[in-house]
T-cell receptor, first 117, second 115 residues
Framework: GAVVSQHPSWVICKSGTSVKIECRSLDFQATTMFWYRQFPKQSLMLMATSNEGSKATYEQGVEKDKFLINHASLTLSTLTVTSAHPEDSSFYIC?????????????FGQGTRLTVV | AQKITQTQPGMFVQEKEAVTLDCTYDTSDPSYGLFWYKQPSSGEMIFLIYQGSYDQQNATEGRYSLNFQKARKSANLVISASQLGDSAMYFCATANTGANSKLTFGKGITLSVRP
């Protein structure tokens, strides 16, 4: 099946710094990618829809200036957590749909565990 | 709008037995898909099975089958011959069948397989 690679898989950063997470589709072109956030033992909450060549669409309650999304190419979307604080510590995971696939299956990256200290 | 409901508390099953994980959904889309994903403790999301709203037959993938009852808006996952490696969180999700549709997830169910 299609592969989505997310990097880094875990990161620890100091409060006030920014962290960039990359999401790559390795064997297909993804015009749209999705970014989710997940707290322990909870569901995946959609943060934003990343659109290649245009602005991301953010879900209600998600600060666009806090979570910067860039989708500069058909195979790469990045999420930057700016001025990170301990409450931003969470599991972040991206997904993409292969438009040439048999169904609308979404392929997920491995996820990034962010810890802000 | 779409909504997925998974209300079961943590589930336990004996190794080699079958288990059913419940999922009900609500959607205003005339054409939609239903998905099940497995999330082990490592965090990765593993796709298990897909059911299209217009599919006449229930989907099956190896030990996984989906009991799709459209009139009742339910899409229960059946895992046969449980294995220890099946212990994980399981999420039911839905999306409309348009290109690049976003998934709406349920809150998940924790399954523990006992030896």
């Amino acid at each position: 099946g299609a592969v989505v690679s997310q990097h880094p898989s875990w990161v620890i950063c100091k409060s006030g710094t920014s962290v960039k997470i990359e999401c790559r589709s390795l064997d297909f072109q993804a015009t749209t990618m999705f970014w989710y956030r997940q707290f322990p033992k909870q569901s995946l909450m959609l943060m934003a829809t990343s659109n290649e060549g245009s602005k991301a669409t953010y879900e209600q309650g998600v600060e666009k200036d806090k979570f910067l999304i860039n989708h500069a190419s058909l195979t790469l979307s990045t999420l930057t957590v700016t001025s990170a604080h301990p409450e931003d510590s969470s599991f972040y995971i991206c997904s993409a749909t292969n438009p040439g696939g048999a169904n609308t299956e979404a392929f997920f990256g491995q996820g990034t565990r962010l810890t802000v200290v | 709008a779409q909504k997925i409901t998974q209300t079961q508390p943590g589930m336990f099953v004996q190794e080699k037995e079958a288990v059913t994980l419940d999922c009900t959904y609500d959607t205003s889309d005339p054409s939609y898909g239903l998905f099940w994903y497995k999330q082990p403790s490592s965090g990765e999301m593993i796709f298990l099975i897909y059911q299209g709203s217009y599919d006449q037959q229930n989907a099956t993938e190896g030990r996984y089958s989906l009991n799709f009852q459209k009139a009742r808006k339910s899409a229960n996952l059946v895992i046969s011959a449980s294995q220890l490696g099946d212990s994980a969180m399981y999420f039911c999700a839905t999306a409309n069948t348009g290109a690049n549709s976003k998934l709406t997830f349920g809150k998940g169910i924790t399954l523990s397989v006992r030896p």
